[in-house]
């Protein structure tokens, strides 16, 4: 059971367009993390959120924590070639005593041009 | 900026050997944690150390032990390998203040790869 679903898996989409990745759990977060991964390589830290209904903004990317701290989302406005890559959302669960990350299964992003 | 430092980045085994894993997590940060990530996979934690001492425990395999030096660096070693251990190790490291954990910063990763 997946405790951090990550929708939508694949998404391919022209340069320019805007696009919404979501992350959602029944579960709450004291903190959630997206990361950008590319193959081989080590995920690499974005953002971190901790407060319910936080939203933090970098550049074209605007994160968001929901109010409960279970859900979170990311969108990219006017998508470039460059967003290509695999994102994955990351939480350090509530109940749990240490820090280890729940990952969801990531969404892996293709702009075209 | 340091970051993670990962070695060796490529390693090939074959069944049945032993593999040694090494990360030398960021200056200052004293939280360490591994995680294997298979083929098409989202990473699964394996462990973690704060400050030399196993600070949580994930779905690491008894034949896979792991520590965490005086100098914070930490040695994943894992033993009799199977096929199914080939993937990718990521060390990911933090600054723990009481009751606080900074977020986790990854490692480049060593591929396993076991024959």
């Known amino acids: 059971t997946q405790l951090l679903e990550q929708s939508p898996q694949f998404l391919s989409i022209q340069e320019g367009e805007n696009l919404t990745v979501y992350c959602n759990s029944s579960?709450?977060?004291?903190?959630l993390q997206w990361y950008r991964q590319e193959p081989g390589e080590g995920p690499v830290l974005l953002v971190t959120?901790?407060?319910?209904?936080e939203v933090k903004k970098l550049k074209r990317l605007t994160f968001q924590f929901g109010d409960a701290r279970k859900d979170s989302s990311l969108h990219i406005t006017a998508a470039q070639p460059g967003d290509t890559g695999l994102y994955l959302c990351a939480g350090e669960l509530q109940e749990t005593s240490g820090s280890r990350l729940t990952f969801g299964e990531g969404t892996q992003l293709t702009v075209n041009p | 900026a340091a970051g993670v430092i990962q070695s060796p980045r490529h390693l090939i085994k074959e069944k049945r050997e032993t593999a040694t894993l090494k990360c030398y997590p960021i200056p200052r940060h004293d939280t360490v944690y591994w995680y294997q990530q298979g083929p098409g996979q989202d990473p699964q934690f394996l462990i973690s150390f704060y400050e030399k001492m196993q600070s949580d425990k994930g779905s690491i395999p008894d034949r896979f032990s792991a520590q965490q030096f005086s100098d914070y660096h930490s040695e994943l070693n894992m033993s009799s390998l199977e096929l199914g251990d080939s993937a990718l190790y990521f060390c990911a490291s933090s600054f723990t203040s009481g009751a606080i954990t900074d977020t986790q910063y990854f490692g480049p990763g060593t591929r396993l790869t076991v024959l």
């Open positions: 959120v901790v407060t319910g209904g």
């Open positions: 579960s709450v977060f004291s903190s």
